[in-house]
């Protein structure tokens, strides 16, 4: 049998068509009233199914409508539905023509039982004429009425979930910190972005309405290239994207950006819109740079660490044994000059290798309560033999300044490698000022520069009137063997040594810079509680000498050697030994008093500090002075190297080694050789 169905509602239409193919009969469809009446009009049916309500023409319509059409006046029809089931239903579908009337959803057997019956009943189905029954026209027009009232409370309905769902969009797409997009389908019409970027991007969001591709224009050279590639030569463009960049705001600042974007599709799976979410990633990517940049600072520190022991004890023989000969040779011998070229290559040579054990935070510090005050005027007269007579320096030093706690030496190559900085760029001259104050450094500076934390602070900041840095060169500031200088005019390690150093001190480092517009390094140091101490400098040798007993201690024989020469020139009496248990042999014997340990840390079998312990049972009171060229702080001298404890860190001088003996033996209350117990 060809029958024709009628329904707007895909599920039921599937289900309907399912169970008449099973019938074995012919179908043909249609999704609402109108488009029946168009099919009924030019082919042949056996038989009509139609839904009630639907869209343009419902099923009491289309039902009536057959029945004024003489050819089809008698042509079957049966109208079933799921909304409308009651009496009243059935007899306004009987009343407009209709065969029979069922409910939604219909079993296989009741339809093919209604089928069959209608069939089986010959005659005409005649439609109401309007003048013979105004009841089922009236019960009809109530009904539209009903179901025109029942579509505008859903129309309203909608709408007011509409515009619910609107407006949590607003809220969500107005307070997020990312920026929303949404575009046509080849990005050539912006439809929406959030207000994110304005903040983020620093331009109107009327700009990009106008103009779709203006946020490319923030884009920096090195990527807008590609991402235009990007844009235009995309293989899919029903496919997501995932893009990293810079941008330059107008105020110069640099942002880095991640974008994503993806693909909305309608029905039939055309795309016909994107939406994406741009991201300012640039703290994520400034921790990324920090960790590569402490990786690298960890492999280039392990070096370091690994052949300071060594290269120190061979530069404490090389400066030492240079210095011993300049002060025995005259001014005018033919050696001297060669003499001392050699002490001055040492000297570089020692330098570097504080510089690398300096930036990745080997070194061995020991701290003091200091005022930076006292530190500046202390410095001032040697910085300005270094900056030069046309660069004028100026102090402006806060009264009350709090303490910080600092190794002196350390603080002090600090402020003189960033003046040395600073007069570089000032090559005409200029203005140099070193400020201090107390500051404070809250959650929102924190938040701007991870890894610092929120406290109270002594700043150190040190001024230039020079030509100021780019952003670019701001970036790489402080990472190793970076310079701008000329070939041969710099390490690149200055800088780096004064990050490594502040940071090992517990503070940071920030730095404002424009291009012409000078520079200002401001040196963050954690205040602390404490009296500030005096600043001391080793004196001379002609002031250094003694008579006491020193137990020497050194495996390396270089070393050991100088120190020997040093001490008995200087008038005192030495005992040597090459390792813990030769000494312990050797204060076995001796029966006079030893007033002085002087011992290497790192040694074969026992170290220094296990023979000092056992040298306090046999020799109670004696002082202590540890050496070391091997500045590994993660490992042996991690909380064993304090304040308290007399260090000497190799490569050392005669006058240094001498000034710290002096030092400890004068000193009342100087450490013991058993330092903790």
Same mark, same amino acid.
């Given at each position: 049998?060809?029958?024709?169905?009628?329904?707007?509602?895909?599920?039921?239409?599937?289900?309907?068509?399912?169970?008449?193919?099973?019938?074995?009969?012919? /179908?043909?469809?249609?999704?609402?009233g109108?488009?029946?009446?168009?099919?009924?009009?030019?082919?042949?049916?056996?038989?009509?199914?139609?839904? *009630?309500?639907?869209?343009?023409?419902?099923?009491?319509?289309? @039902?009536?409508?057959?029945?004024?059409?003489?050819?089809?006046?008698?042509?079957?029809?049966?109208?079933?539905?799921?909304?409308?089931?009651?009496?009243?239903?059935?007899?306004?579908?009987?009343?407009?023509?209709?065969s029979?009337?069922?409910? %939604?959803?219909?079993?296989?057997?009741?339809?093919a039982?209604?089928?069959?019956?209608? &069939?089986?009943?010959?005659?005409?189905?005649?439609? #109401?004429?309007? $003048?013979?029954?105004?009841?089922?026209?009236?019960?009809?027009?109530?009904?539209?009425?009903?179901? *025109?009232?029942? %579509?505008?409370?859903?129309?309203?309905?909608?709408?007011?979930?509409?515009?619910?769902?609107?407006?949590?969009?607003?809220? /969500?797409?107005?307070?997020i910190?990312?920026?929303?997009?949404?575009?046509? $389908?080849?990005?050539?019409?912006?439809?929406?972005?959030?207000?994110?970027?304005?903040?983020?991007?620093?331009?109107? @969001?009327?700009?990009?309405?106008?103009?779709?591709?203006?946020?490319?224009?923030?884009?920096r050279?090195?990527?807008?290239?590609?991402?235009?590639?990007?844009l235009?030569?995309?293989p899919?463009?029903?496919?997501?994207?995932?893009?990293?960049?810079?941008?330059?705001?107008?105020?110069?600042?640099?942002?880095?950006?991640?974008?994503?974007?993806?693909?909305?599709?309608?029905?039939?799976?055309?795309?016909?819109?994107?939406?994406?979410?741009?991201?300012?990633?640039?703290?994520?990517?400034?921790?990324?740079n920090?960790?590569?940049?402490?990786?690298?600072?960890?492999?280039?520190?392990?070096?370091?660490?690994?052949?300071?022991?060594?290269?120190?004890?061979?530069?404490?023989? *090389?400066?030492?044994?240079?210095?011993?000969?300049?002060?025995?040779?005259?001014?005018?011998?033919?050696?001297?000059?060669? +003499?001392?070229?050699?002490?001055?290559?040492?000297?570089?040579?020692?330098a570097?290798?504080?510089?690398? &054990?300096?930036?990745?935070?080997?070194?061995?510090?020991?701290?003091?309560?200091?005022?930076?005050?006292?530190?500046?005027?202390?410095?001032?007269?040697?910085?300005?033999?270094?900056?030069?007579?046309?660069?004028?320096?100026?102090?402006?030093?806060?009264?009350?300044?709090?303490?910080?706690?600092?190794?002196?030496?350390?603080?002090?190559?600090?402020?003189?490698?960033?003046?040395?900085?600073?007069r570089?760029a000032?090559?005409?001259?200029?203005? =140099?000022?070193?400020?201090?104050?107390?500051?404070? =450094?809250?959650?929102?500076?924190v938040?701007?520069h991870?890894?610092?934390?929120?406290?109270?602070?002594?700043?150190?900041? #040190?001024?230039?009137?020079?030509?100021?840095?780019?952003?670019?060169?701001?970036?790489?500031?402080?990472?190793?063997?970076?310079?701008?200088?000329?070939?041969?005019?710099?390490?690149?390690? !200055?800088?780096?040594?004064?990050d490594? #150093?502040?940071?090992?001190?517990?503070?940071?480092?920030?730095?404002?810079?424009?291009?012409?517009?000078?520079?200002?390094?401001? +040196?963050?140091?954690?205040? %602390?509680?404490?009296?500030?101490? $005096?600043?001391?400098k080793?004196?001379?040798? !002609?002031? &250094?000498?003694?008579?006491?007993?020193? =137990?020497?201690?050194?495996?390396?024989? $270089?070393?050991?050697?100088l120190?020997?020469?040093?001490?008995?020139?200087?008038?005192?009496?030495?005992?040597?030994?090459?390792?813990?248990?030769?000494?312990?042999?050797?204060?076995?014997?001796?029966?006079?008093?030893?007033?002085? /340990?002087?011992?290497?840390?790192?040694?074969?079998?026992m170290?220094? &500090?296990?023979l000092?312990?056992?040298?306090?049972?046999?020799?109670?009171?004696?002082?202590? #002075?540890?050496?070391?060229?091997?500045?590994?702080?993660?490992?042996?001298?991690?909380? *064993?190297? !304090?304040?308290?404890?007399?260090? /000497?860190?190799?490569?050392?001088?005669?006058?240094?080694?001498?000034? %710290?003996?002096?030092?400890?033996?004068?000193?009342?209350?100087?450490?013991?050789?058993?330092?903790?117990t």
């Amino acid at each position: 049998m060809r029958i024709l169905i009628v329904d707007d509602h895909t599920a039921s239409l599937q289900l309907l068509r399912l169970t008449l193919h099973s019938m074995g009969h012919a /179908l043909v469809e249609a999704v609402d009233g109108m488009q029946a009446l168009e099919l009924l009009k030019s082919q042949e049916f056996e038989l009509v199914i139609s839904d *009630i309500l639907m869209p343009n023409l419902d099923g009491y319509r289309l @039902c009536f409508e057959v029945r004024q059409m003489p050819r089809l006046k008698n042509l079957p029809i049966i109208l079933y539905s799921s909304t409308y089931m009651s009496p009243s239903d059935h007899d306004l579908a009987m009343g407009f023509g209709a065969s029979a009337f069922l409910g %939604k959803p219909a079993t296989s057997e009741k339809l093919a039982e209604t089928i069959q019956e209608v &069939l089986s009943r010959p005659g005409p189905r005649t439609p #109401i004429e309007p $003048a013979q029954d105004l009841g089922i026209l009236k019960q009809y027009s109530e009904r539209l009425i009903t179901k *025109i009232e029942e %579509k505008n409370l859903e129309l309203v309905r909608r709408t007011e979930e509409l515009e619910a769902s609107e407006e949590k969009f607003r809220q /969500l797409a107005e307070n997020i910190r990312e920026v929303f997009w949404i575009t046509n $389908a080849d990005q050539s019409v912006m439809i929406y972005v959030s207000p994110a970027y304005e903040s983020i991007w620093g331009r109107r @969001c009327q700009d990009l309405y106008e103009n779709p591709r203006e946020w490319t224009d923030a884009i920096r050279p090195e990527y807008k290239a590609r991402i235009d590639a990007l844009l235009a030569n995309r293989p899919s463009r029903s496919a997501p994207f995932s893009w990293e960049y810079q941008i330059a705001r107008p105020d110069g600042s640099i942002r880095w950006i991640h974008d994503r974007g993806f693909p909305i599709k309608d029905r039939t799976g055309a795309v016909y819109r994107f939406a994406g979410i741009a991201q300012d990633i640039t703290e994520r990517k400034s921790l990324e740079n920090q960790l590569t940049r402490s990786q690298r600072m960890e492999a280039v520190g392990r070096l370091a660490g690994g052949i300071a022991h060594d290269f120190n004890n061979l530069l404490t023989a *090389i400066n030492g044994y240079s210095q011993l000969a300049l002060a025995r040779l005259d001014a005018r011998d033919p050696l001297y000059n060669d +003499v001392q070229e050699i002490s001055k290559a040492g000297e570089r040579a020692a330098a570097l290798t504080r510089q690398l &054990l300096a930036f990745s935070r080997r070194q061995v510090l020991q701290p003091r309560i200091l005022n930076l005050n006292a530190v500046v005027a202390d410095i001032e007269r040697l910085l300005k033999r270094l900056i030069g007579e046309n660069i004028e320096l100026v102090s402006s030093l806060h009264q009350d300044l709090g303490s910080v706690e600092v190794d002196p030496g350390q603080i002090e190559q600090v402020i003189v490698n960033l003046a040395v900085n600073a007069r570089d760029a000032m090559p005409h001259g200029g203005r =140099l000022v070193l400020e201090t104050q107390d500051t404070w =450094l809250d959650e929102t500076y924190v938040r701007e520069h991870p890894g610092v934390a929120a406290g109270p602070y002594v700043l150190l900041a #040190i001024t230039d009137a020079g030509t100021g840095m780019s952003p670019d060169v701001k970036a790489h500031l402080f990472e190793p063997f970076y310079t701008t200088k000329e070939h041969g005019k710099g390490t690149g390690l !200055g800088l780096a040594t004064v990050d490594g #150093i502040i940071r090992q001190s517990g503070g940071h480092v920030a730095v404002d810079s424009e291009l012409g517009r000078g520079t200002t390094f401001k +040196v963050y140091l954690p205040r %602390k509680d404490g009296t500030p101490e $005096a600043i001391q400098k080793p004196g001379r040798r !002609g002031d &250094l000498r003694g008579s006491e007993t020193v =137990l020497l201690v050194e495996d390396e024989p $270089a070393v050991r050697a100088l120190a020997r020469i040093v001490l008995t020139e200087a008038g005192y009496k030495t005992l040597d030994a090459r390792q813990g248990e030769e000494a312990l042999l050797i204060v076995e014997r001796y029966e006079k008093p030893i007033h002085l /340990l002087l011992s290497d840390l790192v040694m074969p079998g026992m170290n220094g &500090l296990e023979l000092s312990r056992r040298l306090e049972l046999m020799v109670p009171g004696l002082r202590a #002075i540890f050496m070391s060229g091997y500045n590994d702080t993660t490992s042996l001298h991690e909380g *064993i190297i !304090g304040p308290d404890m007399p260090f /000497l860190s190799k490569p050392f001088t005669p006058d240094v080694l001498l000034s %710290k003996v002096r030092e400890v033996l004068d000193s009342k209350n100087a450490a013991r050789a058993s330092p903790g117990t």
